[in-house]
């Protein structure tokens, strides 16, 4: 990346992550996940004040009166982020995928810095895993926003992390599985295009990963997901992550609504494997602001929407 766009980039990123780092701590940063980021302390009797979610059923039956959990605050929650870098994610109407899925990653990290929290990441492509390991503080948070933003960064990383066998998603996200040893909040940010197999390629790692951390898969879009590009005549285009040339007829009604239905029913299957898995999830589009995104995504999920 130029100095002068790494510069720009950044002064966005300092100027917005502390708006979105208040919406992850509106609260509390860690309770706005399933795994509320708070591990169980011990059990006490219940008070008429107490949240009545909180009752613990076996302890109530066993000794006839209602007993509560308390839990106490996890300090030590890891942020990962595992990203796209496939040659799809360089396409993009509006701007190009994988420039948005590194602004909204940057966010992230830099926003969990603000909160204390370790920052990690996992990129991937058809070829290689890389990982880097989770660091706290805002220096390697702004490091690794270099590498997120596409630089070069001055980031340590590892080629292949434990678990890593064959690259793509799958194995992106078995590799997360391996180098995560507790329960960490892990933000999938990707077009999910990159199985050849569609979602069955990577929904049981993605299950796997969800069954023990707290997943959100941010699903980075672009506006010719739901329109075919271009007008006119028949013309060759390439299929963006094999390279594959096609002929098309943008101007042919019939391919139009081909192409539309196409693409939604990939997210519609892309849809169920989410449900499926228990991952949270947000469309991020190429051209859209992904710090607004994501301070709404935060808001609705502390209000438990």
Same mark, same amino acid.
């Not at 603000?114 to 990441?121: C, E």
């Not at 596409?150 to 992106?172: E, I």
């Not at 672009?222 to 013309?235: F, I």
């Given at each position: 990346?130029?100095?002068?766009?790494?510069?720009?980039?950044?002064?966005?990123?300092?100027?917005?992550?502390?708006?979105?780092?208040?919406?992850?701590?509106?609260?509390?940063?860690?309770?706005?996940?399933?795994?509320?980021?708070?591990?169980?302390?011990?059990?006490?009797?219940?008070?008429?004040?107490?949240?009545?979610?909180?009752?613990?059923?076996?302890?109530?039956?066993?000794?006839?009166?209602?007993?509560?959990?308390?839990?106490?605050? %996890?300090?030590?929650?890891?942020?990962?982020?595992?990203? %796209?870098?496939?040659?799809?994610?360089?396409?993009?109407?509006?701007?190009?995928?994988?420039?948005?899925?590194?602004?909204?990653?940057? !966010? !992230?990290?830099?926003?969990?810095?603000?909160?204390?929290?370790?920052?990690?990441?996992?990129?991937?492509?058809?070829?290689?895993?890389?990982?880097?390991?989770?660091?706290?503080?805002?220096?390697?948070?702004?490091?690794?926003?270099?590498?997120?933003?596409?630089?070069?960064?001055?980031?340590?990383?590892?080629?292949?992390?434990?678990?890593?066998?064959?690259?793509?998603?799958?194995?992106?996200?078995?590799?997360?599985?391996?180098?995560?040893?507790?329960?960490?909040?892990?933000?999938?940010?990707?077009?999910?295009?990159?199985?050849? %197999?569609?979602?069955?390629?990577?929904?049981?790692?993605?299950?796997?990963?969800?069954?023990? $951390? %707290?997943?959100?898969?941010?699903?980075?879009?672009?506006?010719?997901?739901?329109?075919?590009?271009?007008?006119?005549?028949?013309?060759?285009?390439?299929?963006?992550?094999?390279?594959?040339?096609?002929?098309?007829?943008?101007?042919?009604?019939?391919?139009?609504?081909?192409?539309?239905?196409? $693409?939604?029913?990939?997210?519609?299957?892309?849809?169920?494997?989410?449900?499926?898995?228990?991952?949270?999830?947000?469309?991020?589009?190429?051209?859209?602001?992904?710090?607004?995104?994501?301070?709404?995504?935060?808001?609705?999920?502390?209000?438990?929407?």
């Amino acid at each position: 990346m130029p100095e002068e766009a790494a510069r720009r980039t950044l002064r966005r990123l300092l100027f917005t992550a502390p708006v979105l780092s208040r919406a992850l701590l509106s609260g509390g940063f860690r309770s706005v996940f399933r795994g509320r980021g708070i591990e169980f302390d011990a059990l006490r009797d219940y008070d008429a004040e107490d949240d009545a979610r909180l009752i613990d059923g076996r302890a109530t039956a066993r000794f006839g009166r209602p007993f509560v959990r308390t839990y106490r605050e %996890d300090r030590n929650l890891t942020v990962l982020m595992v990203l %796209d870098e496939s040659p799809s994610m360089s396409y993009g109407t509006d701007g190009t995928r994988r420039r948005a899925a590194g602004i909204a990653a940057s !966010l !992230l990290a830099y926003a969990a810095a603000l909160n204390g929290t370790s920052v990690g990441a996992v990129f991937f492509d058809a070829e290689s895993v890389t990982f880097i390991p989770p660091r706290s503080g805002r220096r390697p948070a702004l490091s690794l926003t270099e590498r997120l933003t596409g630089g070069a960064g001055r980031v340590s990383a590892a080629a292949g992390p434990p678990g890593a066998g064959s690259a793509g998603l799958a194995a992106a996200l078995e590799s997360a599985r391996a180098v995560l040893k507790r329960r960490s909040l892990v933000f999938v940010l990707s077009d999910f295009r990159a199985a050849a %197999d569609g979602p069955s390629g990577y929904s049981a790692p993605l299950g796997r990963l969800a069954a023990r $951390h %707290d997943v959100v898969a941010v699903r980075i879009t672009d506006p010719s997901d739901r329109e075919l590009p271009g007008s006119g005549g028949a013309s060759e285009i390439f299929d963006a992550e094999s390279g594959r040339p096609m002929f098309l007829a943008p101007g042919s009604k019939s391919v139009r609504e081909s192409w539309s239905a196409f $693409h939604a029913g990939m997210r519609l299957d892309f849809l169920r494997t989410l449900r499926a898995s228990g991952a949270a999830f947000l469309e991020l589009g190429s051209g859209g602001d992904p710090g607004k995104a994501l301070t709404a995504f935060f808001e609705r999920r502390r209000r438990g929407r």
